[in-house]
């Protein structure tokens, strides 16, 4: 095994209904591997942002299951799969913002890794309106068309919660032209209880390019993870596996919570190799420590 070929010349599948390969292709060719797509799966049955179906565990477990799907389906022992979250969300304690997450299935050596990447750079609001004209409005902030939008009808006229959404009567996704929104918001104005129609950015890959952009950045991030050999047994995917806390209070010396080192771990050998995040003199705000501030 030498450095940059240990995926060359290897096939990864790719679970994907949403053109993912459009963000990851590229960097998965950058470390010589061949990525092919299985769409002939209805991904949202593992969970839709717009709520519709409910994510069944945590967006790892889910990315993992993806990428197993179209490896089975096609008998490859590679596969890859993304999963977004985007705020406020259950995932994501700290309002808004978006986390992609990209799970790379081994099978050959036994091991899945993950990548994520966190950005306040997203494209995802939501909000009611009671006018086309203020459609058109809020359409062109979110983006449209370049960026798809869904409309429902909606429940209340200031109120922007999940439950404002009808979506038992009526939802439509991956609006990108304007007579299909005009169209639309006349069908849901009429179904509306006040009105009102519900709309949103679609957040599926293929209708948010900005959604897109982060998926290139974590695709990447993976490229350099497969490249990245263990030093000890050489075996690639070396990369961080955890964070560890124990930076010393800055008034008493106590160790705190405050993450003072980026861990990886050999997915083999087990070789454990710790960076610190600051300088040897760096000392923890007396705040986080256990003895200063019980
Ligand atoms: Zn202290
Ligand atoms: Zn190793």
Redesign the pocket.
């Known amino acids: 095994m030498t450095e940059f070929d240990s995926y060359s010349g290897k096939t990864i599948i790719l679970t994907s209904q949403h053109h993912k390969e459009k963000a990851i292709a590229l960097p998965m060719r950058a470390i010589g591997a061949r990525l092919e797509t299985y769409s002939d799966f209805d991904t949202d049955l593992l969970g839709t942002f717009s709520g519709e179906i409910e994510r069944d565990g945590t967006a790892h477990e889910v990315a993992e299951r993806k990428a197993r799907i179209g490896m089975k389906a096609l008998s490859c022992s590679l596969g890859i799969a993304n999963e977004g979250s985007f705020g406020p969300h259950p995932y994501l304690p700290f309002g808004g913002g978006g986390l992609e997450i990209i799970a790379f299935v081994d099978d050959e050596n036994g091991c899945v890794y993950f990548e994520e990447f966190f950005t306040a750079d997203i494209n995802y609001s939501q909000t009611v309106v009671s006018s086309f004209s203020r459609l058109r409005e809020v359409a062109q902030l979110m983006g449209f068309p370049t960026h798809g939008l869904i409309l429902a009808p909606a429940a209340a006229e200031h109120v922007v919660d999940r439950d404002t959404m009808m979506q038992d009567l009526g939802l439509v996704k991956g609006i990108i032209t304007e007579e299909k929104l005009e169209e639309t918001f006349s069908e849901f104005c009429t179904k509306s209880p006040v009105g009102c129609v519900w709309v949103e950015t679609d957040m599926r890959a293929h209708f948010n390019p900005t959604r897109m952009r982060s998926i290139r950045k974590v695709a990447t991030m993976l490229a350099k993870r497969l490249r990245s050999q263990c030093p000890q047994c050489k075996f690639p995917g070396f990369g961080l596996t955890s964070k560890e806390a124990g930076v010393k209070?800055?008034?008493?010396?106590?160790a705190?919570e405050v993450v003072g080192w980026y861990v990886s771990e050999c997915h083999k050998c087990k070789c454990v190799k710790k960076i610190p995040k600051y300088d040897e003199h760096y000392r923890a705000d007396?705040q986080y420590?256990?003895?200063?501030?019980p």
């Open positions: 209070c800055a008034n008493c010396g106590t705190t007396p420590c256990p003895s200063c501030n």
